[in-house]
């Protein structure tokens, strides 16, 4: 079974801390992804990474940043977190591979910025 | 700007009968499309997919439909069952694009007894 893990489930920071969100998989995917979700607006791609050390834009990624040292682990940083990163964010991972296309996500990071 | 529609915010449907969800796209690049079933604090797990060279792919209670020249995408649950209760997300995606996939914003499913 493919298992994509993040650190935390539930998280409260304060304005202005610097964050990190942790992500890491198991199945030597080359595809590493964080995505937001708010109600109404689905999941919104912030960064990708296609390989360690390489990493991609997404929709929305002003006040993010990612980094990827090893292939099976993908954090996301929020240099100054704000009130409007309270969101749920989604770590997933996948291979790109004929007839295997699926992304594989973890279970979630609720974040409250207060 | 959305490239990945789903314009029903919440669906409603007694068990035993059939839930369409609908899904419109406007990218002409996607070439693979997806469906995720969610459930509340958990993360999205795979439902089933379609490849743009086929117009129907069936897996157990669930079919989707792809009609390439209207850009959209259906996704059939018969019969609807209790647990199929959940936010289910369309997604779409180019093989240029390194895999990653656009969302639309889901559609809440109900199933009542």
């Known amino acids: 079974d493919v298992k994509v893990t993040q650190s935390s489930r539930y998280l409260v920071k304060r304005t202005g801390e610097k964050v990190f969100l942790e992500c890491v998989q198991d199945m030597d995917h080359e595809n590493m992804f964080w995505y937001r979700q708010d109600p109404g607006l689905g999941l919104r791609l912030i960064y990708f990474?296609?390989?360690?050390?390489?990493?991609e834009k997404g929709d929305i990624p002003e006040g993010y940043s990612v980094s990827r040292e090893k292939k099976e682990r993908f954090s996301l940083i929020l240099e100054s977190a704000s009130t409007n990163q309270t969101s749920m964010y989604l770590c997933a991972s996948s291979v790109i591979r004929v007839g295997t296309e699926e992304a594989f996500f973890g279970q979630g990071t609720r974040l409250t910025v207060v | 700007d959305q490239q990945v529609k789903q314009n029903s915010p919440s669906l409603s449907v007694q068990e035993g009968r059939i839930s369409i969800l609908n899904c419109d796209y406007t990218?002409?690049?996607?070439?693979?499309f997806l469906w995720y079933k969610k459930y509340p604090a958990e993360g999205p797990t795979f439902l089933i997919s379609?490849?743009?060279?086929?117009d129907k792919n069936e897996d157990g209670r669930f079919t989707v439909f792809l009609n390439k020249s209207a850009k959209h995408l259906s996704l059939h649950i018969v019969p609807s069952q209790p647990g199929d209760s959940a936010v289910y997300f369309c997604a779409a995606r180019s093989t240029r694009s390194w895999g990653k996939l656009q969302f639309g914003a889901g559609t809440q499913v109900v199933v009542t007894p």
């Open positions: 990474s296609y390989d360690v050390k390489m990493k």
């Open positions: 990218n002409s690049m996607f070439d693979y």
């Open positions: 379609i490849s743009s060279i086929k």
